[in-house]
């Protein structure tokens, strides 16, 4: 391990002992020693020695405090600047769970219900209409009305039959020439048919702007991040922040390539969206695992009860599975997610299935989710862990990338020793 990453790895270990979120887990004691930790930061300076990532920052919580918290790599490779543990990410679709947790916020204050019609929020949706025969030469083609009402909970699950173009070819074709969201257009399927990964938590950000009169931003600054103490967690990034973003990298044909061109707004300015655009560090993320790790509270901050946890924690979706997504625009995405075919979806999160790599990799009925820039985060009750894993480029799912992920998983749990 270089001089760089011993410096850079920072950790605190105690004894911890916790309930879990789902109802008859009970959760383990666990520690990580000085060369445990050291152990896990080699696993990240390997992914940047080998060319798998410009640069990772990975940070392991308890229900208490941060375990392990380690950067390897460059925030800026043409400059030659280290990473460092502070850096702020685009966190793309980790922002749907922060969305989730804003709408179980109004439903424990009774201004909404899960089975609630989305069309008794916003006008459109009395009138869905779903794709029954589609002609992906010309784009042609046909539908009937759909049967099932969408409901916020068809939303939150992610069951609502809308896409996403980056990932379903049929919502890419059908987006060309025209400026229409996907929630706009026909429905793949009927609400509650099928999985399909989409902007459905854009929605459920609108509802929540419409409902409380404030924007999204706001929101979640009052309620979720100021509370919890995520001071580097916004739709912005202010001026006196800005040289703490990492670049954006492409991987193609081996190679890293940095992106050019977008720019990063120093103040949140409308519209904000419910399924992406945040920027935050691994620490901030941090917080928000060990809120979900301790039923809804950290420290005095009680943002939801252990109920709206444990609801969020379980099997949402009935005998439907999480299914692999295709990569319609390959360039951003390859398929995904891990857990297709097996995995269930709560509210807000994929719920992991038992498996026989129980031991090695995340426990049954961990909650997960990614983000497109292959940011990536689990939070696993049953030993009381959760771990974020930030990167910056594209394609998602890439498999250098998830080679990175495998590995940091494996060595936390590898070093994830019992305490007697």
Known sequence: MTRRTAISVFVLCIAFALTSLVPNWTGAQSIMSPRATAAVAAVLERAVERGDTPAVVGLVVDRDRVLFASASGRLDVARDVPLRTDAIFRIASMTKPVT?????????????????????????????????????????????????????????????????????????????????????????????????????????????????????????????????????????????????????????????????????????????????????????????????????????????????????????????????????????????????????FGLGFQVTAPSEDDSKYRSAGSLSWAGIYNTEFWVDPKRGVGAVLLMQYLPFYDEAAIRTLRDFEAAVYQNLAPLH
Not at 278 to 287: I, N, R, V
Request: proline residues 7%; charged residues 20%.
């Open 100 to 344: 989730s947790v804003a709408i179980m916020m109004l439903l424990e204050q009774g201004q909404l219900a899960l089975d609630d019609p989305v069309s008794k929020y916003l006008p459109g949706f009395d009138k869905l209409q779903v794709i029954t025969k589609f002609n992906a030469v010309d784009g042609s083609y046909e539908t009937r009305p759909a049967r099932r009402t969408m409901t916020l909970r068809h939303l939150l699950t992610h069951t609502s039959g809308i896409g996403y173009g980056f990932s379903s070819p049929i919502v890419q074709r059908l987006q060309q020439g025209n400026e229409k969201a996907e929630w706009e257009l026909p429905l793949l399927h009927e609400p509650g048919e099928r999985w399909t990964y989409s902007a459905s938590t854009r929605v459920l950000g609108i509802i929540v702007e419409k409902i409380t009169g404030e924007s999204l931003e706001d929101y979640c600054q009052e309620h979720i991040f100021v509370p919890l103490g995520m001071t580097d967690t916004s739709f912005a990034v202010p001026v006196s922040k800005q040289s703490r973003i990492i670049n954006v990298y492409t991987h193609a044909d081996g190679k890293f390539q940095q992106q050019s061109g977008a720019t990063v707004p120093t103040t949140p300015t409308p519209p904000f969206r419910g399924d992406g655009g945040l920027y935050s560090t691994a620490q901030d993320y941090g917080q928000f695992m060990r809120m979900l790790l301790n039923h809804g509270s950290v420290g005095d901050a009680k943002i939801l009860s252990a109920k709206s946890i444990s609801l969020m924690s379980r099997n949402q979706i009935g005998a439907v599975f999480v299914s692999q997504q295709p990569a319609a625009n390959p360039a951003q995405t390859r398929p995904f997610p891990l857990g297709a075919g097996r995995d269930k």
